[in-house]
C-alpha cells in the first residue's frame, strides 16, 4: 500500500523548542501534502508540496521532501502551545491524482 | 468563499439500524468528493470518492455505501449499522481537473457510535 507512516507517533516538546516530524511512503508520488487535526475536529491542510520540489516554507512551518529516500518533514520552529494537534502526511499518487491516502499521524504536545 | 458542511455531528445508533450521513458543498462547483472514516487515536482510511455525479468509486469492501445525486452532495449510507462501523466520519472536497492533486478541505465530521 502506498500508506505514509509518520515517526514518532507522538512528539512531547516544551513551548520555543521546534518540532520535526517525518513521513515515509511506497511509490512514486505526484505530491505530497501535510494536514493538522486538533482533537475532535476535521483536518486543515498545511502544505503541499510537488514530486519536483525539494523544501516549501510557510511562516514557521519547514517541509522537505526527498524522493530518494520517499521521505518527507515537517518542521515546525518556535513551537506555540496552540500547536498542540495531530499532523498528517498524505500522498498523491503518480498514477492516481484523484485521491490522497494519509498516514497515521503524529501526535505532538506542546507544554506551556 | 467556499464552505463545506456535515450532519449530523454526532449519532448514536444501534446495531442492525439504518444510516445516512450527509456532506454538502457550497461555494464551488465539479468538486471531488470524499468519504474518510478515522477510529479512534488513528489514520484516515479512505471509504468513497466521486469525480462527479453518480461516479462513485470505493476504496474498501464494507456494508457502507456513498451516492452523489446532486454536484455538491455526497451522502454515506447503511442498511444495517455493525459495531465496527463506529468511528468518526469526515468528508472532504478538493478541485477537480488539471494535472495533479489541489489540497483537500475538510468538513467538521461525524461521531458516530453503534451500540
Known amino acids: 500500500s502506498q500508506q505514509g507512516e509518520e515517526d514518532p507517533q507522538a512528539l512531547s516538546i516544551q513551548e520555543g523548542e521546534n518540532a520535526t516530524m517525518n513521513c515515509s511512503y511506497k511509490?512514486?508520488?505526484?505530491?505530497l501534502q501535510w494536514y493538522r487535526q486538533n482533537s475532535g475536529r476535521g483536518l486543515v491542510h498545511l502544505i503541499l508540496?510537488?514530486?519536483?520540489?525539494r523544501e516549501k516554507h510557510s511562516g514557521r512551518l519547514r517541509v522537505t521532501l526527498d524522493t530518494s529516500k520517499k521521505s518527507s518533514s515537517l518542521l515546525i520552529t518556535a513551537s506555540r502551545a496552540a500547536d498542540t494537534a495531530s499532523y498528517f502526511c498524505?500522498?498523491?499518487?503518480?498514477?492516481?491524482?484523484?485521491?490522497?491516502?494519509f498516514g497515521t499521524g503524529t501526535r505532538l504536545q506542546v507544554f506551556p | 468563499s467556499q464552505t463545506i458542511h456535515q450532519w449530523p455531528a454526532t449519532l448514536v445508533q444501534p446495531v442492525g439500524s439504518p444510516l445516512s450521513l450527509e456532506c454538502t458543498v457550497e461555494?464551488?462547483?465539479?468538486?471531488?468528493l470524499y468519504w474518510y472514516r478515522q477510529a479512534a487515536g488513528r489514520g484516515l482510511q479512505l471509504l468513497f470518492y466521486?469525480?462527479?455525479?453518480?461516479?462513485i468509486s470505493s476504496e474498501v469492501p464494507q456494508n457502507l455505501s456513498a451516492s452523489r445525486p446532486q454536484d455538491r452532495q455526497f451522502i454515506l449510507s447503511s442498511k444495517k449499522l455493525l459495531l465496527s462501523d463506529s468511528g468518526f466520519y469526515l468528508c472532504?472536497?478538493?478541485?477537480?481537473?488539471?494535472?495533479?492533486?489541489?489540497?483537500?478541505?475538510f468538513g467538521p465530521g461525524t461521531r458516530l457510535t453503534v451500540t
Open positions: 472532504a472536497w478538493t478541485r477537480a481537473g488539471g494535472y495533479g492533486i489541489y489540497e483537500q478541505y
Open positions: 511509490t512514486s508520488i505526484n505530491n
Open positions: 508540496i510537488r514530486s519536483n520540489e
Open positions: 498524505a500522498t498523491a499518487s503518480s498514477y492516481n491524482t484523484d485521491k490522497l491516502i
Open positions: 461555494g464551488t462547483s465539479n468538486p471531488n
Open positions: 466521486s469525480v462527479g455525479i453518480g461516479q
